[in-house]
């Protein structure tokens, strides 16, 4: 997907940056550098993400970004902190007037900030974070840089999702293999048992899985510890899964 800027300027298309970067953040961080490329109105802009249940401000741009966030986390209220938990975009046209959030307005001016915007990053049904832009003039943020920084919210809302996707599939793969190395370890040893006892293989596997219970350890434990006694070494592991080329 290209998104297009307020000058009309080409954007990079998301998944140039997915193949480009080497982590989440390094991929935020270009979102929003080329986000605040793409606007003029945007001098700066920090992402918050939620992390258990508190949030923090994984990346940024601008001068003042995080003072600004580290404000709002501070007094748990802010332009940011509303967007996050309500899924709304919420801008102020002139933070000197504005009557919302505290002391956050009056901190943002003295750093020479007068207008924010600030936009929900969704993932799937649910809101992970939000981008939060500034500029120092006021009534700087039109309905249009509204509109293209929305998608540079989308987007930073599908890399987080990919992300967790890809995160989610490493844990399923290594679960997996922990599960195949349990498997051959507990196929050897009912092979090792029938050899013993000249019993069937549903035998074997009942008298090791009464000692398990015995014992109260794992069947793949006690499974190992047999044929550590049987060969004087542990069994060996087996390789790990690997993508077809």
């Known amino acids: 997907m290209l998104l297009q800027g307020a000058d ?8 140039e940056w997915l193949l480009e970067t080497a982590s989440l953040r390094d991929f935020l961080q ?61 801008h102020s046209a002139d933070l000197l007037d504005e009557g919302r959030w505290g002391s956050y307005p009056s901190f943002a001016v003295s750093l020479g900030v007068r207008s924010c915007l600030s936009l929900p990053i969704p993932v799937h049904a649910h809101t ?3 981008l939060n832009f500034y500029s120092a003039g ?36 290594r679960d997996l293999q922990n599960a195949l190395q349990s498997r051959a370890v507990i196929d050897q040893a009912i092979g090792a048992t029938m050899q013993q006892r000249h019993c069937t293989a549903d035998q074997a596997f009942a008298v090791l899985r009464a000692l398990s219970q015995q014992t109260n350890s794992k069947l793949r434990e006690v ?23």
């Open 30 to 90: 270009h979102l929003v550098e080329d986000a605040v490329r793409t606007v003029p109105a945007a001098e700066g802009c920090g992402v918050t993400l939620q992390r258990s249940h508190r949030p923090l401000t994984v990346v940024s741009t601008g001068d003042v970004a995080d003072k600004l966030d580290e404000k709002q986390y501070g007094q748990d209220d802010g332009p940011c902190l509303q967007a996050l938990r309500t899924g709304q975009v919420v």
């Open 8 to 15: 009309g300027h080409r954007v990079v298309p998301v998944v």
């Open 223 to 245: 499974c190992a510890r047999l044929l550590t006694d049987l060969g004087g070494q542990p069994p060996e592991q087996q390789p790990p899964l690997r993508p077809r080329p």
């Open 138 to 173: 006021a009534g700087c943020f039109t309905r249009r840089d509204e509109s293209v920084l929305a998608q540079f919210a989308a987007q930073a809302g599908g890399g987080i999702a990919l992300a967790q996707r890809l995160a989610d599939a490493e844990d399923f793969t």
């Open 128 to 130: 992970v974070g939000a």
